[in-house]
């Protein structure tokens, strides 16, 4: 059976509760925009516009949140690094893969000199695979962030170009579209 038919009866073979996974009630709106592959974390399946007026939507957050997504419509600007910031430092997704960014090797706590007032006097470091690096991974400013990850991603997106720890590739929840891609051989 040809992997397109196979893909249709595999979503047909679904139970209505299960299907919503699939978050294909309604079309989000624009242009299909095939990804480099199913398992494509970055690469927007809808875009619209042309030039400089493109934008694409996030297919993280258009998710339900049964699949880790926010279930909302996202729009962002693809000529102007709205939607690649976004999907770097939202969702730690490497452009360059397609896969979320490898995580520290290890962690340790490192006393600061000489904090301000409001600094913090110890900070929370990363260690990383491929430079080798201790890395701070969170603020100096003792406050709470949105993003908790940001400021390890910021050091992965310009230091990992593409490498991944070994064996670090079990980032996808095992659900049924999972299955479905895997009876595939995708």
Known sequence: ?????????????????????????????????SPRDPRDL??????????????GLCPICIESSLRGGR?????????????NYHMQFAHGVSAMTGRPFSPP????????RHP????????LEGRCHKCKKWVAIESIKDCEVKVKELFWWKHAATCHQGSQV??????????DVYRCLEELGL
């Open 71 to 83: 279930g909302q419509k996202l729009w962002l600007s693809t000529k102007f690094s709205a939607f």
């Open 42 to 55: 970055y690469t927007p399946r809808f875009v619209k516009g042309k030039g400089r007026s493109k934008i």
């Open 166 to 175: 070994p064996g670090d590739d079990d980032f996808y929840e095992p659900d």
């Open 1 to 33: 059976m040809p992997r397109g038919k196979l893909f249709l009866a595999c979503y047909l073979a679904l139970t209505v509760r299960r299907a919503s996974l699939f978050n294909r009630s309604k079309h989000p709106g624009g242009v299909c925009n």
């Open 116 to 123: 301000l007032k409001l600094e913090r006097s110890e900070i």
């Open 105 to 112: 090797l290890s962690y340790r706590t490192s006393s600061r």
